[in-house]
């Protein structure tokens, strides 16, 4: 249907209207632009007085072996501040890798029984339970890894720290899991039928359909979840800061107190001068998050977007 | 062609099913047992050891002593209020945004554009919300504004409401949007009808499609109230305070009582993060800390159901209007 036919001209508060609701819909293309602006205008005052090779390491004295050596460390607070990036990145890969592993594998499961053998009655209930479970508050779900199941796990692991990546890794699944499940599920439903009634036709069972068929066809919508779910995993704030023990150590150890960029910022931004190199410091790491998470993001939506345009063709 | 076949063909064929399909039937049963089970886990661990510290006292009281006794009644107002607050600035510009999107932006660049933006905020992690609250709100809009009113020291400083306004920005995507997806659901041919009678597109985007479109709105207004109620570090520097003895609230012409949107507040996720990381003694207030997760967790789960109901009911209202 053709509104032009129908439109009133030269009526001003109509056309007022509109240009305050344009205002209104650019104003999330707005806030994100204002991020990169603000975070990056403070990030980059960082390299008044830093290095971009103070962000690796730093060449420092050391008393004990009576030699300078080159030291990989996060010390904000200390005769000679080391502000390197390389444990925190560490701590940061060492959660959010296990918890997108620990996600995908249980996400994906849960999205081939979802779209392929649940019936109708029971999606309808699980779909509210998982909107439910991506509803409980990051700092909820952060007070039960550390009060109840971080000793549970120390006790199962038999690890030196109670409270590590590895308890991290497994409260950030939890909060990353509704959200690989919905995409799997997405990405899986809009298989065609008549892929799956070729594939029966020719005398393959249902799991063979599921491996040969919908799983290779919804593979790239799968990913964009997992990338998506990643991204998602490294920005959590909350779980980690009170579950990974905030140790800034350089170490592969996933039983090993970590301490997260994000944790870093919110453990430190509260006592800091608003100013000092330690403050730029602090919205570099912020920075550097941002790039990350904002690049996995459109990664993500770039892939979904093509499989959508190739599903409907 | 394919509508003509009566039953699907995998359903004529049923070929047997060997060991290797039975295994993986049930493993992904137990899968999909996993997201219940941790739900009913963390709601049972927090019921079972929190019940126990809900008294009246609990809710009505500040906290005494070195935060070791008392209540947390500064906090439940203090998140009752910035939610408040929150939803006041976000819920007029996200349902505006989504109407522009929906109603005047057509499918162009510009709309692809402002998806992917709206999709990208969705993902930023919170703590970066966080970041932008100190550097953009406090130290840019607020310092500023001092400066140019001289005002002393109000805008530029952590208070309720840059903390309010930081939330704002993070449920924004949420409230975009349900309101959109609300807002796609009306017919197009109410629309082309309204028109038809001479109304104008803003009186037929007032009087047909917006009250259709109430249910969808109201359900992404709850869930991130929920959202906004949950989050913590967006806060953590924008406003939160550790402890304060009085309620921020302000007597408007020493009568009425306003909530002081300059002042510092006390909130239940911030409260249960210090509680058990910084207390003095985090094994003595084990108690009140599985109490404010209770607290807490009983509002935003309920505020969930109610947003996950309203949405059923909606969605049938919306399928039996279509049938009709």
């Known amino acids: 249907m053709d509104h032009s036919l129908t439109q009133k001209t030269g009526n001003f508060s109509e056309w007022l209207i509109e240009k305050l609701l344009f205002l209104a819909g650019v104003s999330s293309i707005l806030i994100i632009s204002l991020i990169f602006v603000f975070l990056f205008k403070e990030a980059i005052q960082f390299f008044r007085t830093g290095t971009p090779m103070d962000l690796i390491g730093k060449w420092v004295y050391d008393p004990w072996e009576g030699k300078t050596v080159f030291k990989m460390m996060w010390q904000s607070v200390s005769e000679v501040p080391k502000y390197s990036l390389i444990p925190l990145f560490c701590g940061s890969f060492l959660v959010a890798f296990p918890a997108t592993v620990i996600s995908a594998v249980l996400g994906i499961g849960c999205a081939i029984y979802l779209a392929e053998i649940a019936s109708p009655k029971v999606r309808e209930g699980l779909k509210p339970t998982l909107e439910l479970l991506a509803g409980i508050p990051s700092v909820v779900t952060g007070f039960v890894m550390l009060a109840v199941i971080a000793t549970f796990f120390q006790n199962l692991f038999n690890t030196k720290f109670r409270l590590n990546a590895f308890v991290g890794a497994v409260g950030v699944s939890l909060a990353v899991l509704p959200i690989m499940i919905t995409i799997a599920e997405d990405a899986m439903r809009a298989v065609p039928k008549e892929l799956r009634d070729a594939s029966c036709a020719l005398g393959a069972t249902k799991w063979q359909t599921i491996w040969r068929t919908v799983l290779p066809t919804a593979v790239s919508g799968i990913s964009a979840g997992v990338i998506l779910g990643f991204g998602r995993a490294l920005g959590e704030t909350m779980i980690v800061l009170m579950a990974t023990g905030n140790a800034a150590l350089v170490t592969g150890n996933v039983f090993s107190s970590v301490r997260t960029m994000t944790a870093n910022i919110a453990a430190e931004l509260g006592s800091v001068a608003q100013g000092s190199e330690h403050y730029y410091a602090l919205f570099l790491v912020g920075a550097v998050l941002f790039t990350f998470t904002f690049v996995l993001n459109l990664f993500s939506e770039i892939v979904l977007t093509r499989m959508r345009q190739k599903l409907r063709m | ?324």
Not at chain 2, 142 to 168: E, H
């Open chain 2, 1 to 324: 062609m394919a509508q003509a076949i009566p039953l699907r063909i995998s359903q004529l064929i049923k070929p047997q099913a060997c060991l290797e399909d039975i295994f993986l039937d049930i493993l992904v049963r137990v899968f999909a047992f996993i997201p219940i089970g941790a739900l009913s886990f963390v709601l049972f661990m927090i019921i079972q050891k929190g019940a126990g510290t809900i008294t009246w006292q609990f809710l009505t009281q500040s906290p005494l002593d070195g935060m070791t006794h008392g209540g947390i009644f500064p906090c439940i107002f203090g998140t009752l209020a910035i939610t408040l607050l929150m939803i006041l600035m976000a819920l007029p510009l996200g349902v505006a945004a989504a109407i522009y999107l929906v109603e005047f932006a057509g499918q162009g660049l510009f709309f692809r554009v402002t998806r992917a933006a709206v999709n990208n905020l969705a993902g930023v992690p919170s703590i970066v919300f966080g970041l932008f609250g100190v550097g953009f709100f406090i130290l840019f809009i607020g310092r500023n504004l001092d400066k140019v009113i001289q005002t002393g020291l109000l805008f530029g400083q952590p208070c309720m409401l840059w903390a309010a306004a930081t939330l704002a920005v993070l449920v924004l995507p949420v409230i975009i949007v349900s309101t959109e997806e609300a807002l796609n659901t009306v017919p197009q041919s109410q629309r082309s009808a309204s028109l038809a009678l001479g109304a104008t597109k803003w009186q037929t985007i007032w009087n047909v499609v917006l009250p259709q479109a109430r249910g969808g709105i109201l359900t992404g207004a709850i869930l991130s109230i929920s959202r906004g109620a949950g989050e913590t570090a967006p806060i953590l520097f924008t406003g939160c305070a550790y402890f304060l003895p009085r309620l921020p609230v302000v007597k408007l012409w020493g009568v009425v009582p306003m909530i002081n949107p300059f002042d510092q507040f006390m909130e239940l996720s911030y409260h249960i993060f210090i509680m058990a990381t910084q207390s003095l003694d985090a094994v003595k207030t084990l108690p009140i800390q599985y109490g404010t997760t209770l607290v807490l967790i009983a509002l935003t789960f309920l505020l969930n159901l109610t947003a996950v109901l309203f949405r059923i009911h909606f969605r049938k209202q919306m399928g039996t209007a279509g049938v009709q």
